[in-house]
């Protein structure tokens, strides 16, 4: 629940840029026995998130074989990737990148994702400023 | 009575189609294997922007 928390402050302070957000909760725990209720999923209250229940860990199935194959790219604590499920945890893709049949790498990755919301975002626009002053 | 509709009670709650998501966004969708390549379509239509992917629990 601090995830999605720290996810919303991530994007208030990220008003400008052309994100788009999918949020995808999953039956990880004993206790998520039922889909989020309107609590939960006013906690990413963005207009720019897109949000999904995933009662059979769908998502988790398809990423897991492929982010574990490189957990040296996760930031944070890496066994919220390479354990049976992966959970509470973010990723970012830059414009460009297409998902076709296998769950596509992210340019940065993290879990907790209360621990890495922030840093993730600033990583990431400092990685596109640089790209782009190369570019010129 | 009373301990059987308790044994119930996740499979009912579980079957609940979840709550109401904030204003301007879509509702909130259930992935199911038949319903999976919406995310991924999505995700593709998306493609001009910054996305970010995250997966959280509930609870």
Do not use: M, N
């Given at each position: 629940m601090q995830g999605a928390s720290a996810l919303e402050s991530v994007l208030k302070e990220q008003a400008g840029p052309d994100i788009r957000v999918y949020v995808v909760w999953e039956?990880?725990?004993?206790?998520?026995?039922?889909a989020p209720g309107s609590g939960v999923l006013a906690r990413?209250?963005?207009?720019?998130a897109v949000q999904y229940w995933d009662p059979d860990l769908l998502l988790s199935k398809m990423a897991q074989p492929v982010l574990a194959a490189?957990?040296?790219?996760?930031?944070?604590?890496k066994s919220l990737v390479t354990g049976k499920y992966v959970w509470d945890y973010e990723a970012i893709y830059p414009p460009g990148v297409t998902w076709d049949a296998a769950f596509p790498l992210p340019e940065l990755q993290g879990a907790p994702v209360a621990d890495v919301a922030k840093d993730l975002m600033e990583r990431y626009w400092n990685s596109r400023s640089k790209s782009a002053r190369v570019r010129r | 009575m009373t301990r059987r509709v308790l044994a119930l009670l996740p499979l009912l709650l579980a079957s609940c189609g979840g709550g109401k998501t904030p204003v301007g966004q879509p509702p909130l969708n259930t992935l199911s294997s038949a319903n999976f390549s919406e995310l991924r379509e999505r995700f593709n239509r998306d493609a001009g922007h910054t996305r970010i992917v995250v997966l959280l629990s509930p609870t």
């Open positions: 039956r990880i725990l004993a206790t998520d026995y039922a990413v209250s963005d207009p720019r490189d957990p040296a790219r996760v930031v944070g604590k | -």
